[in-house]
Every structure is written in structure tokens, then in C-alpha cells.
């Protein structure tokens, strides 16, 4: 069904999901009838062992995920998010590749309908990465739930992985941890792949872009068979927007009693200086790309690109133009050695090439020849105003003002959501007067079904509520499927 049309008998989706990342994927894997069940006794935490044996036989999506969770620790603020990959992954944090603790089993008669909406193929955003950069994120934890990564692979021969620096020999150090990092391009292809592998590829809408998104009440139900009586729902969604099929464009309106947000961080962040928009200005890495791609070798007397930003985009944007032989000027707002920045964050064994971009912040990266004449750091020094001659003025933290002449310049300042589809929705954030940001307001959610404290039958998951990593992102399938199966029983 590509268009929406007036039908008594027309019975809206339980869900849609907006946006198709590894998140929504998984969701939809469990939505499709696929049960997880604790395997007993295979957890090395005894505690949450005790705890999941207390009732044999029940699965997850019948369990009590807040009794479940509690007393959990890790690297996300969602206690479900750390429960989900603590099954998933035992002991991932330690660097072990242990197996995972659940079993899955098909179950036709939990299945509830739904449609996920992208508008690109399955994978979302990795789609629009640049194909040969390694994955922050080790291969293990980017696996989904029903589709074993290495066993992907290895039916893709021709996909060979590259090894982040010789210290790691198949992606085993000498300690035993895994430590395989793929390509983008790697994940990007098993997460479009991953659809088919499962078989859930009827619930996908591909190439279909949400224009817009709003609560219906009751009375406006008029070209579905609602279930609005119900005195738990208050009508249902209307989602809007234009499908490309077959190289046709159709416009389609559906509706769906749960909507779920799971559209990731996609709108490149501003300085909101002077001159931002100016035609030799970047903001996103696959423009960058096609830019280095496209210019021919650099003459020795080039002016250096400005690269903003202490981020890992920015990393790889520092490291593409000197393998260009562009001369990088590099301004961060905060000192080299701050532990916030992520290049002090990550070990060197296995992410060689960002350890390399934090010594060269630090001024400890040398050549045969003495300091790199091809890479310069101005560390606590904001971009304030570029012109139109190419020449930026940049600001010391002292207050000192000096100008230097680029040939580009490249702000990776990070990302942000586009939730403009959203009308007549309250503020979403836990800071409710502020634009949603996964870092500085994140959509307030209940944290065991991630659903929306402000907006009843709307749930977030992924980045939208800080959860950045694809392995803690996949926890809110749990939470809301949980929620979902025993609200319909």
C-alpha cells in the first residue's frame, strides 16, 4: 500500500517508526513476532542471573524490565539500554566477545503490525558515510539481534576488513579481546542486508520522506476504522509524506496508534558566524569527500583549509586533507590535553589513527624532518568570522583577535535532529523551552518504555535520547516492544 485512501475497513498500524537505522531495525525484528529468552545460567553476573531464572520460561517482552535493570552500570543513562546490551554482549566493556545470553524463537502471534519509514535504504545515516573509515565502534557491538556480523562476512569474502594498525592480528590482541573494527561501507551494506536476512522487509517503506506528523483527536478520525473508543487512546497519528517508487513520487498518509522517533542526529551544527554559508564553507563529511575527491593535487604554495571541531569527523577531515597534501590549520575550543575531547579518551592500540590526531593537537607528532610543517593547532581558539577573500578571523581565548588566510574551510561541530515534521507537539526535551540535542536536552522519556513523558503514544529512541552507540541504541526495542505486547494483551 503506497497511498492512503478514504476505506471503512482501513485499520491503522499499531506502529510507525520514523527513520531506519540499526534502532528502528531492530525494533522491527521484534515487532515481526521474534521473541527474546534468557538462556539460564549463561550470565557472568550472578545477581542478574538469579534474577532472570526467578521465572523460567517467561520472556523478556513479558518480564519486568525495571526489576530486570536495576542496579545495572555501564555507558548509558537507559537502564533498558544497558540491560539489552548486557545480554547481547556480557562483559563488552571488558573487550570480550563473549556470546550472548538470549535465544530467539519466532512467535507468528506476537507480531503487531507496523511500518518503518527511511528515506534512504536500511541503515540509515552509515549510507552517507565516507565508505573506507573505520567504525568507531568495534564490530561486535554493531551487530544486530538475528544476524550474526562474522557470519555475514564471512559470506561476503570479497568485504575484507581493514585492521586498525598491526598490533592486532584478526582482530585478536594478545590480551584476548577482540578488537575488529570494519568500514563503514562494511556495516552500512550488512545493516541494508539485514532486512532480507530476517525477513522483515514488508514492514520497510524505503525512499519515503515524513513531511509531517500530528495527533488526531477522536472526532478528526473520520477515514479509518480507529479505535478511538477505546478510553485509553486518545485517536491515533497522522503521518504525511512522499514515497519515491520505481522512480515515481507518491505522496501518503497513514496512520498508526504508536508513532516512534528514531530519526537520529542529521542537521549539521552552525557557529552561526558571518559568512558560514560562504561556497568554500563545509558542514558534512560527504561533501567534504567529494570535495578532496574532486580537486586536483594540491600546488606546494596552496593556502591551508581550516578544519572547527574536536570531534571524530573532524579527526577524519584532518587526516584526509594531509593524505591530500593540503596543509590543515586545526582550531579547537578547548585545551589539547582536556579530558573531554575524544581523542584523549580513545587507546591508542585500537584507534591508531585518532591517537595520532591528539598528538598532533598536542604538538607531540613529529616528522623525519623535525615539527610537521603540514598541520598547525591553534588549541582554545574559537572561529568567529569568515570572509569572502578567504580570510578568517579567529579568536584566542584571552580575547585576542588574529587573521589567517585559507583555501576552505570545514566545520564539524557536530549534529542535531530535524524534528520539523512534528506539529501541534509539545517541547519534547527534558529542558522543555530548548530545541531537542542529544547532549544537552535529549527527549524526556520514561526509561523503561521510551515513551514520551510529554506526549503519550509518541517514544524516542537512539541518539533523540543520548544514546549515540548503536549497541545501547537497539535497548529501546526492547522497552518499547516490552511496553507495547503487554498494553495490547
Not at 478520525?221 to 507518491?250: F, K, L, M
Not at 501518503?252 to 558571518?274: C, D, M, Q
Request: proline share 5%; glycine share 8%.
Amino acid at each position: 500500500m503506497s497511498l492512503f485512501s478514504s476505506d471503512e475497513d482501513y485499520e491503522p498500524f499499531e506502529v510507525v517508526v520514523i527513520g531506519n537505522g540499526p534502532n528502528a531495525l531492530s525494533l522491527s525484528f521484534i515487532l515481526c513476532g521474534n521473541v527474546p529468552y534468557y538462556i539460564p545460567r549463561q550470565h557472568p553476573n550472578a545477581i542478574l542471573d538469579q534474577k532472570l531464572c526467578e521465572d523460567r520460561g517467561k520472556s523478556l517482552l513479558d518480564s519486568d524490565l525495571e526489576y530486570l535493570s536495576e542496579g545495572l552500570e555501564g555507558r548509558s543513562f537507559n537502564p533498558v539500554a544497558l540491560l539489552f546490551d548486557q545480554l547481547l554482549r556480557p562483559n563488552a566493556d571488558l573487550g570480550k566477545d563473549q556470546a550472548s545470553c538470549l535465544k530467539w524463537h519466532y512467535n507468528g502471534s506476537r507480531a503487531m503490525k507496523h511500518l518503518v519509514l527511511g528515506s534512504g535504504p536500511p541503515g540509515g545515516c552509515w549510507h552517507n558515510m565516507e565508505g573506507s573509515q573505520l567504525t568507531l565502534s568495534l564490530n561486535n557491538w554493531l551487530e544486530l539481534p538475528g544476524c550474526n556480523f562474522q557470519d555475514w562476512l564471512r559470506a561476503h569474502r570479497s568485504l575484507t576488513v581493514r585492521k586498525p594498525c598491526n598490533l592486532v592480528t584478526n582482530g585478536v590482541k594478545s590480551d584476548g579481546y577482540n578488537y575488529d573494527r570494519a568500514t563503514t561501507s562494511h556495516i552500512a551494506q550488512y545493516y541494508k542486508d539485514f532486512v532480507t536476512n530476517t525477513n522483515i522487509t514488508s514492514n520497510f517503506w524505503n525512499d519515503a520522506k515524513v513531511v509531517s506528523v500530528k495527533r488526531l483527536l477522536q472526532g478528526d478520525c473520520t477515514d479509518c476504522r480507529c479505535r478511538a473508543a477505546d478510553s485509553q487512546r486518545d485517536g491515533c497519528w497522522e503521518i504525511r509524506g512522499v514515497r519515491t517508487y520505481a522512480g515515481i513520487h507518491e505522496m501518503f498518509v497513514v496512520h498508526a496508534y504508536n508513532v516512534v522517533l528514531a530519526t537520529g542526529n542529521r542537521v549539521p551544527k552552525v557557529l552561526g558566524i558571518s559568512g558560514e554559508n560562504l561556497p568554500f564553507v563545509y558542514h558534512k563529511m560527504d561533501a567534504i569527500a567529494r570535495y578532496l575527491n574532486e580537486l586536483a593535487d594540491p600546488p606546494l604554495s596552496m593556502d591551508p583549509c581550516l578544519v572547527v571541531g574536536a570531534g571524530l569527523s573532524a579527526a577524519d577531515c584532518v587526516l584526509a586533507a594531509r593524505n591530500k597534501g593540503i596543509p590543515v590549520i586545526h582550531t579547537v575550543r578547548r585545551q589539547a590535553n582536556d579530558s573531554k575531547i575524544i581523542y584523549n579518551q580513545l587507546p591508542g592500540v585500537v584507534y591508531p589513527e585518532y591517537y595520532k590526531v591528539g598528538q598532533m593537537l598536542k604538538g607531540e607528532m613529529t616528522t623525519a624532518y623535525g615539527k610537521d610543517s603540514m598541520y598547525t593547532a591553534y588549541t582554545k581558539t574559537s572561529l568567529v568570522e569568515i570572509r569572502k577573500d578567504k580570510e578568517c578571523v579567529l579568536k584566542k581565548s584571552d580575547g585576542t583577535l588574529f587573521k589567517q588566510k585559507v583555501s576552505s574551510v570545514f566545520i564539524l561541530v557536530g549534529a542535531k535532529p530535524d524534528l520539523s515534521f512534528l506539529h501541534g507537539v509539545k517541547r519534547l526535551g527534558v529542558k522543555g523551552l530548548k530545541p531537542v540535542d542529544s547532549k544537552e536536552n535529549p527527549i524526556d522519556i520514561n526509561p523503561f518504555t521510551y515513551e514520551s513523558v510529554k506526549e503519550p503514544g509518541l517514544f524516542a529512541i537512539g541518539p533523540l535520547i543520548g544514546d549515540n552507540f548503536v549497541r545501547f541504541g537497539i535497548g529501546g526495542a526492547l522497552g518499547i516492544a516490552n511496553h507495547l505486547m503487554k498494553e495490547n494483551e
